[in-house]
């Protein structure tokens, strides 16, 4: 599911970073006219943006939940779908905040260098406790790690029977034994949605300061 994640990420951060670009110097032309207050076009900004996301993901939740063969269970589908969607929401509040002070260029370029530490940080590629003690704190602050911890709950916590496997011997039949190979830290599952509760609001109030400051600059020059 690695690449749920990741496909999320950058279908939700790139267009954000391609686009908005261009759209801000509209948007600051349109301001110092006073055709509108910033704040309502925040907001109408960002409800534009819900019905795509919420699309892409379901249509991309709907292919990989099934053709993996997930557990068919209301709350486990609606949870996954939740954590993809909020995951979406702040790689495209990243790329809304980038794109408030770059071209277009710049803009694309930052957003994938940047993701890359998220990932790194996230356990996703590496486990929690391979990553030196040094940088573990920096895990905490990936929002990536709190998707992934959150789909492993989704997917084989709650009281999960084990995997059916058609051969005589299966090692990781057992959801334990898949779990301790992931190393995943034994945290609640609401402590996952907190995390990414508090990320999705910190980035979208930062689009908002970041276009205000960007307005700012603008209207110094």
Same mark, same amino acid.
């Given at each position: 599911? $690695? ?9 939700? #951060?790139?267009? &954000? ?8 110097? =509209? ?7 006073? &055709? ?13 943006? #819900? ?22 269970? /209301? ?7 939740? !954590? +993809?969607? #909020?995951?979406?929401?702040?790689? $495209?509040?990243?790329? /809304? ?15 994938? !260098?940047? =993701?890359?530490?998220?990932?790194? %940080?996230?356990? +996703? /590629?590496?486990?929690?406790?391979? !990553? ?35 051969? !005589? ?9 898949? /779990?301790?190979?992931? $190393?995943?830290?034994?945290?609640? %599952? ?18 908002? %300061? +970041? ?6 600059? $603008?209207?110094?020059?």
């Amino acid at each position: 599911f $690695q690449i749920v994640l990741h496909t999320i990420l950058f279908i939700t #951060i790139g267009p &954000a970073a391609v686009i908005y670009p261009l759209e801000s110097a =509209a948007v600051l032309r349109e301001y110092r006219s006073n &055709a509108y207050a910033l704040l309502p076009y925040c907001l109408s900004k960002m409800l534009i943006e #819900i019905p795509l996301l919420v699309f892409n993901t379901t249509i991309l939740i709907a292919i990989i939940y099934w053709s993996t063969s997930q557990p068919m269970e /209301l709350y486990r589908i609606f949870w996954f779908w939740a !954590i +993809c969607l #909020i995951y979406g929401w702040i790689a $495209q509040m990243w790329g /809304l905040i980038l794109g408030c002070f770059y071209d277009m260029a710049t803009t694309v370029f930052l957003a994938s !260098i940047s =993701a890359i530490p998220v990932i790194l %940080f996230s356990g +996703c /590629l590496m486990t929690i406790d391979a !990553i030196p003690a040094l940088l573990r704190p920096l895990t905490y602050v990936s929002f990536e790690r709190y998707a992934f911890e959150g789909y492993l709950h989704v997917l084989y916590g709650f009281g999960r029977e084990d995997m059916e496997c058609p051969e !005589i011997f299966c090692y990781y039949k057992k959801i334990s034994k898949y /779990l301790k190979a992931l $190393q995943m830290p034994v945290i609640d %599952f609401e402590y996952d949605l907190l995390g990414l509760g508090v990320w999705a609001s910190v980035m979208t109030v930062a689009f908002y %300061f +970041c276009l205000k400051r960007r307005v700012n600059m $603008q209207d110094k020059v």
